[in-house]
């Protein structure tokens, strides 16, 4: 059987492509050659078997007033589940909990992730081996940023983010990467580039194999 990793996370795992001219196919998802879970997909081989669960403007325990569904935290034990047996849930989450209206600092944005990682670590979904969880520091929201829905002050809270996601990683055994060098564009600030992808998924091809040996 496969090794299998979910890719649990936002936008930037679903592909949200902000500007058209970066995407080969001139629309607002990166195609199955760009995406960063496609690419790790090629990347490792027949031997693994790479599943996307990315969905825009996903938070990691925050409900959104805005739109349902949007909190990981209350729809994760279901994909877990439909996803069994997971050999590797890497989790890439943070950037929207940065929002005003969730009014959370990067300490409380941490926090909230943390949770999210004990309830993925109690799921019965790893079938005779120990939970194992990859968490992803997003790069941080970039210095251009403005957007009134996003709110005030999630550049600083995106900035302060990776030592706090760090310490959640060694507290409950997780491995950890930060994606700080992978590129944001410069049109909204927040979203990969096709080069942030393929940056990102060379990174984790290099890390994923020692973690399922």
């Not at 251009?144 to 409950?172: I, W």
């Not at 930060?178 to 096709?194: G, I, P, Q, W, Y």
């Amino acid at each position: 059987m496969k090794k299998h990793i979910l890719c649990l996370g936002d936008s930037n795992t679903h592909g949200y492509c902000a500007d058209p001219t970066d995407c080969a196919d001139g629309g607002n998802r990166f195609n199955e050659d760009e995406r960063w879970t496609c690419r790790l997909q090629a990347a490792l081989g027949e031997a693994y078997l790479v599943t996307e669960e990315g969905l825009g403007g996903r938070t990691s325990v925050f409900p959104d007033p805005l739109h349902e569904s949007m909190d990981a935290l209350g729809v994760v034990y279901a994909l877990l589940k439909s996803h069994e047996v997971i050999d590797l849930l890497v989790i890439m989450l943070g950037t929207n909990d940065t929002k005003e209206r969730f009014h959370a600092n990067a300490a409380a944005i941490a926090l909230g992730i943390e949770r999210l990682v004990q309830k993925c670590r109690g799921t019965d979904c790893w079938g005779t081996h120990a939970p194992n969880i990859l968490l992803v520091c997003p790069p941080p929201i970039g210095d251009g940023f403005h957007d009134e829905v996003m709110g005030a002050g999630c550049v600083e809270k995106s900035r302060s983010l990776p030592p706090y996601l760090q310490q959640v990683a060694e507290r409950n055994g997780c491995r950890f990467f930060d994606a700080k060098d992978c590129e944001f564009n410069s049109v909204d600030f927040m979203h990969l580039t096709r080069k942030g992808h393929a940056h990102l998924a060379e990174q984790l091809a290099q890390r994923i194999p020692a973690m399922l040996s």
